[in-house]
């Protein structure tokens, strides 16, 4: 005998059990098995008013998963995708900014390990930089040092 269909919210706890989730991304996903008459926006209320859909633990999580590969503009893009805006997003903006130049030094050493040897070598070092959302100052930062540790 198959199992009866899940209910929203039991789907919605299911997906949230697994990793954390935004409003956006959860709304998208329980509407694929929204009938008519089911309320979304209620069952999503119902979670936040729980404390078990939260948009603060979904930007810590995707900024925990994300800040050890890519650079600030890439991460705020990705929240602003996931419907993060105002203040919230500012606040995480001048929390990133403040590690970016490690991070980028970090990336740097994993991908190249030395410094470049000509031009040509140089300029793919920092476009894979820039593909990774760091900002010029990071690149510029991260380039330096590996100058610096060659001499």
């Known amino acids: 005998m198959p199992a009866p269909p899940l209910s929203l ?3 919605a706890l299911r997906y949230l059990s697994m990793r954390e989730h935004s409003r956006l991304e959860l709304a998208r996903k329980l509407s694929r098995y ?9 069952l999503l209320d119902f979670l936040e008013k729980n404390n078990w859909l939260s948009q603060v633990r979904f930007s810590e999580s995707l900024i925990h ?5 890519f650079g600030n503009s890439r991460i705020v893009a990705e929240l602003q995708s996931h419907g993060i805006n105002g203040e919230a997003l500012h606040d995480l903006k001048a929390d990133l900014s403040g590690s970016e130049i490690a991070r980028a030094c970090e ?16 300029n793919k070092q920092m476009r894979f930089l820039m593909q990774r959302g ?18």
């Open 34 to 42: 929204a009938e008519e008459g089911d309320d979304i926006d209620a």
């Open 9 to 11: 919210k039991a789907r």
């Open 134 to 151: 760091f900002s010029q100052c990071a690149i510029r930062a991260a380039m330096q040092g590996a100058d610096l540790d060659d001499d």
């Open 107 to 122: 990336v740097w050493q994993r991908k190249f390990g030395t410094g470049a040897a000509d031009a040509a070598e140089r």
């Open 65 to 69: 998963r994300r800040a050890a590969r």
